[in-house]
């Protein structure tokens, strides 16, 4: 016969005292998965520049990022033939009077990956001549008021033209990136499952 304990036994308080901190345990473990889960949720996002036309002529660039709520720590990829374009960061005049003389950064390898880290503009060009005048040119702007790491907000940017005009072809594609909102999405299930999970397991053992 199992052993009975009464409220004022040294065993009885032994007991509850093993309970309570099993409990405190399972407590502490819950909120920081639901922590973890809340980070993970916040995951940055990663946008193809121009989607399937990627970087190239004859795509409007301003209606794609329209489209788009950028936020520090988001990351844009630029995806070209490197035989016929680049990615030329500019100022504000720059951007507006296509001058590539001058840029505050240059990338040229077909496949520039570049993190959004403050807020306001950011203004990219096309360095090869006529291709920024012919509409290769991007504002990328980051709103003040905006927070870092919110929820991924819905893609929802018009499908670039692909093709162009002259000699330059469209845009390959050498490695696809996923937007970042898809990867958001699984990673905030996968975090709320885990959470899920340990609150069960919880349940099970207080009682």
């Known amino acids: 016969m199992a052993p009975m304990f009464f409220p004022s ?22 909120v920081l998965a639901a922590a973890a889960a809340g980070s993970l949720s916040s ?4 946008y193809n520049v121009g989607d399937g036309a990627g970087w190239t002529i ?7 990022a329209s489209g788009k709520t950028f936020r520090i720590r988001d990351t844009i990829v630029f ?12 100022s504000k005049a720059d951007y507006r009077s296509c001058n590539a003389a001058a840029p505050i950064a240059t990338h040229s390898t077909g496949n520039d990956s570049i ?10 060009i096309c360095g090869f001549p006529g ?4 509409g290769q040119k991007l504002d990328v702007r980051v709103p003040k008021h905006l927070s870092a790491v919110p929820p991924s907000p819905p893609s929802d940017g018009s499908q670039a ?3 162009g005009t002259g000699s330059s072809p469209a845009a390959s594609a050498p490695g696809s990136v996923a937007h970042g909102e898809g990867g958001a999405e699984s990673i905030r299930g996968f975090g ?3 959470v899920a999970i340990i609150v069960a397991a919880s349940v099970v053992v207080l009682h």
């Not at 995806?79 to 500019?90: A, G, W």
């Not at 993190?115 to 990219?124: A, P, V, W």
């Open 9 to 30: 036994s040294p065993g009885f308080n032994s007991a509850m005292g093993r309970g309570n901190a099993s409990a405190g345990s399972i407590l502490i473990a819950v």
């Open 43 to 46: 995951a940055a996002n990663v």
């Open 58 to 64: 004859a795509a409007n660039y301003s209606s794609w």
């Open 79 to 90: 995806i070209y033939n490197k035989s016929f374009h680049n990615v030329l960061e500019v």
């Open 115 to 124: 993190s959004i880290t403050r807020y306001g503009h950011r203004f990219f």
């Open 131 to 134: 291709h920024c005048a012919a």
């Open 161 to 163: 033209a692909s093709g």
């Open 192 to 194: 709320m499952m885990i």
